[in-house]
């Protein structure tokens, strides 16, 4: 049955999306399909930092450690720029820029004057290493990429056909100065003209996928999709803000963020950074993560919203140091990227008494949209990444063949939207394969749909466990290793078996100050939780000192993983 916070948020929705309201929405046909899409949203992102940022003109926007930019002071140096790299580097719309930097002020501000200048803000890994970041380049074809001292290393020697144009990290007119042009006046700027010149149809980003499996592909979307992925958070932001204020919360205080996460990954661009233009929302940067630094400045800042991956805010909960800082001002310690161990939700309420865990549920391809569960429904079925966003997300759980399974089955999660990326960049083929005819995006991910409609991924498609003709799901055996109090983290893979054809294989880390753990004996409280043949045997089971290794979305990846324990075992 719907709960009282379902259908709180239900109306609430309900009343948003009514005529005349400002996400009441109207059928939008892509590719022969009608979808909802959003009434009266900006047509493309120069047109939205446009208006918010001279709504918000005088808000403070970037905090980056000694730079502190607002909405205004932003927008103006994105015209600078969206300037110079017409009038200088000779952008044309649609041209592929990258950026390939570590977060910053001044990569904020470059992804504005891209979209500004009418190119196509093509975000760069800033993990990768050169030959893998040369790749991107030329999948994208980029005309210009805007590298900081780093990334520019390593492409030394590689090839990539780009023109790298260095930036830094300091004041946005020293650190883009090579991409700096002020414009004689505002009305004949770069920025306004395009504004008459850019549509929704137009190209808007490329984004990456993880690489979690072969090369990275580049996913990209028009300005309509990413608009629509943006206003759809903030939709979910004002039904966030209508329930409090109802319940007699006060919200007047502006809205802050830690930008914990990358920035080029699709958590750290939408819901983030992008959705913080409508919301007036300042963005406290961080160049590394450090749980306790996190806290220092969550607590100086005053920060309302915590996102990260799973592991962070866990981090931050069972922080030994937590106590000394004073975070009572967030509410919010939201997590994607990756699903969060059921163990954690109940350890960061207990750790935050007066915020709460929240997850959602979307991908590169999707915008980031999704599905999302909230406070109170989320800590009852905290197994679960909730119910579709509306008023845009259809949801699907297909067969291989594109059909519904019954309400309760396990198949493929599908999302239908029209915040749907359009395809992967010069892959028609995987593009082809991406989508159902009637264009539901087929997200990779296997789960089901309880009786209230809430979805539970249950593992990668790709990803599960094929045990002598039983699947194990990943998920369910890194939830019971979790449950062990003195787990900091873990991953479960599967491993070539002659005998069984694949069995599981897991590798864990003890948390900073606490007693070793053998393999047997985490062996031995896993086969007390879960079925024996899905606990690997003690010879699969290694300890480490070290951080697992992480994709550039800091999700663990599992692929290296795989094959360095595939290796192992062969030369043993």
Same mark, same amino acid.
């Given at each position: 049955m719907p709960t009282q916070l379902d259908n709180a948020l239900d109306a609430i929705m309900t009343e948003l999306t009514k005529e005349g309201q400002p996400f009441h929405t109207t059928p939008y046909e892509r590719d022969g399909t009608p979808m909802p899409a959003f009434t009266v949203a900006p047509p493309t992102l120069a047109h939205y930092f446009a208006h918010f940022c001279n709504e918000h003109k005088d808000v403070p926007f970037i905090v980056d450690g000694d730079v502190r930019l607002t909405f205004g002071e932003a927008y103006g140096a994105a015209m600078c720029v969206a300037e110079s790299l017409v009038a200088e580097h000779g952008i044309e719309k649609g041209d592929r820029i990258g950026i390939a930097a570590r977060n910053?002020?001044?990569?904020?501000?470059?992804?504005?004057?891209?979209?500004m200048a009418g190119g196509c803000v093509t975000l760069l890994n800033g993990f990768w290493g050169g030959e893998e970041l040369a790749y991107g380049i030329r999948l994208a074809e980029c005309k210009i990429v805007l590298a900081d001292a780093g990334r520019a290393k390593r492409l030394e020697g590689t090839e990539h056909g780009a023109k790298l144009v260095m930036m830094d990290h300091n004041s946005p007119a020293e650190g883009l100065a090579n991409v700096w042009k002020a414009p004689a006046d505002q009305a004949s700027s770069v920025a306004m003209q395009m504004l008459g010149q850019l549509g929704p149809d137009d190209l808007a980003t490329i984004l990456y996928t993880s690489g979690s499996t072969g090369n990275s592909k580049g996913a990209w979307s028009d300005h309509r999709g990413v608009i629509a992925g943006v206003m759809s958070y903030v939709s979910q932001s004002a039904m966030a803000k209508i329930l409090l204020e109802s319940q007699g919360e006060d919200v007047s205080a502006q809205p802050c963020a830690l930008v914990a996460v990358p920035l080029?990954?699709?958590t750290g661009e939408v819901p983030l950074f992008l959705q913080s233009y409508a919301i007036a929302r300042k963005l406290v940067l961080m160049p590394k993560w450090d749980a306790e630094e996190a806290l220092r400045l969550m607590d100086a800042e005053k920060v309302t919203y915590f996102v990260g991956v799973p592991l962070m805010s866990y981090e931050m909960a069972t922080h030994p140091n937590r106590d000394q800082y004073d975070l009572s001002a967030c509410r919010s310690f939201a997590a994607g990227g990756a699903p969060r161990p059921i163990e954690h939700v109940t350890k960061i309420k207990e750790a935050f008494p007066g915020g709460f865990p929240l997850l959602g549920y979307g991908l590169t391809e999707t915008n980031a949209v999704g599905c999302g569960n909230f406070n109170?429904? *989320? $800590?009852?079925?905290?197994?679960?990444?909730?119910?579709p966003s509306q008023p845009l997300v259809e949801l699907a759980i297909l067969d291989d063949d594109?059909?519904?399974?019954?309400?309760?089955s396990v198949a493929e999660v599908c999302i239908r939207s029209v915040a749907?990326?359009?395809?992967?960049?010069n892959n028609e083929e995987a593009t082809q394969a991406a989508f159902t005819q009637d264009q539901f995006f087929r997200t990779g991910d296997l789960g089901y749909v309880d009786?209230?409609? *809430? $979805?539970?991924?249950?593992d990668r498609k790709k990803d599960i466990i094929i045990r002598g003709g039983e699947n194990i799901t990943c998920i369910e055996v890194e939830d019971a290793i979790y449950a062990h109090d003195d787990i900091?983290?873990?991953?479960?893979?599967?491993?070539?078996?002659?005998?069984?054809?694949?069995v599981p294989a897991a590798i864990f880390r003890v948390k900073d100050g606490r007693d070793p753990i053998s393999a047997s004996q985490l062996r031995e409280f896993l086969l007390s939780r879960i079925a024996p043949f899905k606990v690997p045997l003690e010879e699969h089971i290694w300890v480490t000192d070290e951080q697992l290794p992480r994709l550039g979305t800091q999700k663990i990846d599992k692929k290296s993983l795989r094959e360095t324990y595939t290796r192992h075992l062969a030369a043993a």
């Open positions: 910053s002020a001044n990569w904020m501000i470059a992804y504005m004057g891209i979209a080029f990954h699709v109170e429904n *989320y $800590l009852a079925k905290p197994g679960s990444t909730g119910r594109g059909n519904p399974v019954a309400q309760g749907n990326f359009r395809g992967y960049w009786e209230d409609g *809430y $979805l539970y991924i249950v900091a983290e873990c991953s479960v893979f599967g491993l070539p078996d002659e005998r069984m054809g694949e």
